[in-house]
């Protein structure tokens, strides 16, 4: 079961453009929602996360939606840059769960044109 | 400190050889985790372990793969025999669980192509 699904599998913007990358998820225990950002010849590295009380958090030119009703969140990043290019993964973990232990979703290859 | 490391950064080795990678996890994190990436099937946990003891392995894919953690800073994954389809990048991430403080910290992988 694909508990953390994630879309679309690669984008390419502009620079300047705004960068979109949306993950709907099954479990309704989940309780962290946290964006990981890689590199090439790099491991994911944790960008920004959520906890569900609120609907967004904003850090920089990254944000996170969340809509608890529709079980989703989402990934947004505006003024997007070359430097952005990178492969994003959502993930999901409940809290105090098995080492709080992350369900990643599949990667979203972004591709930042100059 | 630095960081999850993880040795060797890329391996090539023949089919039916054994092949062991290495994890040095972030000095007093409890959790390890391996991870295995390939483009078909994204990020896929192996095993993680807590203190040290393996606590589910259920994403190891075969007999062929086992893990150990003999001690809090060191912990190996192991293939033996390895086939071409265990091509891939293994990842180690290590974590402290405590309140507030939820992410995993990543080493750079491993590549291993078995050829």
């Known amino acids: 079961q694909q508990q953390v699904k994630q879309s679309p599998q690669s984008l390419i913007v502009q620079k300047g453009g705004i960068s979109i990358i949306n993950c709907p998820y099954e479990?309704?225990?989940?309780?962290?929602f946290p964006w990981y950002q890689q590199f090439p010849g790099k491991g994911p590295a944790l960008l920004i996360a959520i906890r569900p009380d609120v609907s967004e958090k904003k850090e920089g030119r990254f944000t996170i939606s969340f809509n608890k009703s529709a079980k989703q969140f989402s990934l947004h990043i505006m003024d997007s840059q070359p430097g952005d290019s990178a492969t994003y993964f959502c993930?999901?973990?409940?809290?105090?769960?098995?080492?709080?232990?992350?369900?990643f979703g599949g990667g979203t290859r972004l591709m930042v044109k100059p | 400190d630095a960081g999850v490391i993880q040795s060797p950064r890329h391996e090539v080795t023949e089919m039916g050889q054994e092949v062991t990678l290495r994890c040095k996890p972030i000095?007093?994190?409890?959790?390890l985790f391996w991870y295995r990436q390939t483009m078909m099937r994204g990020l896929e946990l192996l095993i993680y372990f807590n203190n040290n003891v393996p606590i589910d392995d259920s994403g190891m894919p075969e007999d062929r793969f086992s893990a150990k953690m003999p001690n809090a800073s060191f912990s190996t994954l192991k293939i033996q025999p390895s086939e071409p389809r265990d091509s891939a990048v293994y990842f180690c991430?290590?974590?402290?669980?405590?309140?507030?403080?939820?992410?995993?910290?990543f080493g750079s992988g491993t590549r291993l192509t078995v050829v």
């Open positions: 479990n309704t225990a989940f309780d962290y």
């Open positions: 993930a999901a973990s409940i809290r105090g769960n098995a080492g709080n232990m992350l369900t």
């Open positions: 000095s007093g994190h409890d959790y």
């Open positions: 991430a290590s974590s402290l669980f405590r309140q507030g403080n939820y992410g995993y910290t």
